[in-house]
Structure formats: structure tokens, C-alpha cells
């Protein structure tokens, strides 16, 4: 069975970092295309970045220039490096797999439990 899980997230001040982490089970990361989403409260889920099996990267216009997502094989997980942090970044994270980068979030077959990102002062 596929699992993923989603790690790393808090609270940020306004301009700093945070990295997710998504480890993965059930299968190698370099098998299936990996997403994250996120969720802001009264928001439907967002798509914000996807590396897909051949190493193809995605990003989100708001996030393009500030996140960076990576792969570890060897540690079975992937990343997402969210820096210059903004307050409407604020969301609940989810990572996602079994799905096509670019297609919406009800495409994507199996997901995390989410961790909470909050960008506040």
C-alpha cells in the first residue's frame, strides 16, 4: 500500500524558512510522481508543486522563485523548501502521490494527514 506523511511544518515569522519533509512507504519516490498541496482556510486545495518520475519539476506562480522541491532516493523522501515565506502562504501542507503533476487535487489517489504551516509575526 502507498503511504505518504507530511513533517516540518510550524509556525514562521514573515521572510523566514521552513522544509517539509514527505517520507514515503510502499513505494520508491522515484516511481511515482510526488505533489504538494495546500489548504488556507475557506480556500480549496491548491496545487503548489510536483516532481514527477522523470525528475520534472513544477511549481505554482505564487510559489515559483521561493520554494524548491527535491528528491532523496535514498531516503525514500521528498522535500519542499519554502523560503522568503509570506503571510498567505499560511495553509495546511499535504503531500500527495499516484497522480499526474498538474492535474487537480481529487486526482490524486493517496495523501498525508497534512501539517499546518503558519506565517504570522
Known amino acids: 500500500q502507498l503511504q505518504v506523511a507530511e513533517s516540518g511544518g510550524g509556525l514562521v515569522q514573515p521572510g523566514g524558512p521552513l522544509r517539509l519533509s514527505c517520507p514515503a512507504s510502499g513505494f520508491t519516490v522515484d516511481h511515482y510522481p510526488i505533489a504538494w498541496f495546500r489548504q488556507a482556510p475557506g480556500k480549496e486545495r491548491e496545487g503548489v508543486s510536483c516532481i514527477s518520475t522523470s525528475g520534472m519539476i513544477y511549481y505554482a506562480d505564487s510559489v515559483k522563485g521561493r520554494f524548491t522541491i527535491s528528491r532523496d532516493n535514498a531516503k525514500n523522501t521528498v522535500y519542499l523548501q519554502m523560503n522568503s515565506l509570506k503571510p498567505e502562504d499560511t495553509a495546511i501542507y499535504y503531500c500527495?502521490?499516484?497522480?499526474?503533476?498538474?492535474?487537480?487535487?481529487?486526482?490524486?489517489?493517496?495523501w498525508g494527514q497534512g501539517t499546518q504551516v503558519t506565517v504570522s509575526s
Open positions: 500527495a502521490t499516484d497522480g499526474v503533476c498538474g492535474s487537480t487535487y481529487y486526482k490524486w489517489d493517496y
